[in-house]
């Protein structure tokens, strides 16, 4: 998305009045209040862990893309960024910029949960961070990414504490590029190359993945078309299909469902299996996609 429009809070006095407006002595992102309705930005989310040079490339792909010009693959997830952030990654240069305020600090993580919300995307953001010898993790901000006539931001609330850190501009330039990345996770799920997979008898498409069954639940990003031995697809019905639970609960992501007569809706994230209406069970899903390298480590 291109943000040449929406002016940095420094350079007019009533926008820079606008975000101070925002700012709050404590936030609390279990009850953030997005015109008038309470939401929830601390419940557990699917996420991506990613490193910040392999994030940028996903941001970098939404620069080139309207906010609704995709269709909308993954509405609520979270994005985490956790280790060495390098000042050669846009990403990085952003958060680095909290040594203008506090020169022995540097950050180390970042945590961005998004939920759309309307005809907008609404993020949570965390920045994780080193100040001398102590680390911390700072609730920054909740920040609204849009698009009317132009792509915009807005802030709904602002951590009093963040601004020892971080400057409204530097926070608006931080939401530029947590939209763009909203964006591009959904130019990539919707583009994804399809595999074809033979299935002989009608049953479930389960993954072969033994992490399947682990803690740490992973989820190949990638388009999956299945087809009998005629090559005609397959389409599973709501019953009858021989599906077996093996965790108690877990997510399915938000996806669009087309009816008979054409009209399509928009299915929100919901929980599946047995346990399903206990939130302290709920198994968090790791999206990847399919050509991002994972670690060893992640399946033992």
């Known amino acids: 998305m291109y943000f040449n429009l929406n002016r940095m809070p420094s350079t007019q006095k009533e926008i820079e009045w606008q975000w101070g407006r925002a700012v709050k002595e404590y936030i609390d992102f279990s009850a953030i209040s997005v015109n008038g309705t309470n939401y929830d930005f601390g419940i557990n989310l699917d996420y991506f862990n990613m490193t910040d040079a392999k994030a940028d490339q996903i941001s970098f792909v939404g620069r080139r893309y309207e906010v609704f010009e995709q269709v909308v693959g993954l509405r609520d997830f979270r994005l985490e960024i956790f280790g060495d952030i390098h000042q050669d990654t846009q990403i990085g240069m952003i958060l680095n910029g909290i040594s203008r305020y506090r020169e022995e600090s540097s ?54 504490e963040a601004l020892d850190y971080f400057s409204f501009d530097d926070i608006m330039r931080l939401a530029y590029w947590l939209g763009n990345f909203w964006v591009g996770v959904q130019y990539e799920i919707n583009n994804r ?64 469902r087309t009816f008979s007569d054409g009209r399509v809706i928009p299915v929100r994230p919901y929980r599946k299996g047995k346990k399903r209406n206990n939130p302290e069970i709920y198994r968090e899903k790791r999206y990847v996609f399919d050509d991002e390298k994972i670690d060893d480590d992640i399946n033992e």
């Open 193 to 256: 190359p399809e595999e074809i997979k033979v299935v002989e008898q009608r049953g479930p498409i389960s993954p072969d993945d033994d992490a399947y069954k682990s803690q740490d639940r992973i989820v190949l990003i990638k388009r999956i078309v299945a087809v009998d031995k005629y090559g005609r697809p397959i389409e599973y019905g709501a019953t009858g299909s021989g599906r077996k639970y093996h965790v108690s609960s877990w997510g399915v992501r938000g996806h669009e």
């Open 107 to 160: 950050p180390y993580g970042l945590f961005a949960s998004y939920r759309y919300i309307g005809k907008s995307v609404c993020c949570a953001i965390t920045a994780c961070l080193v100040d001398k010898d102590w680390g911390t993790e700072i609730d920054i901000a909740v920040i609204e990414i849009g698009q009317d006539e132009n792509a915009y931001v807005l802030p709904v609330e602002i951590s009093e």
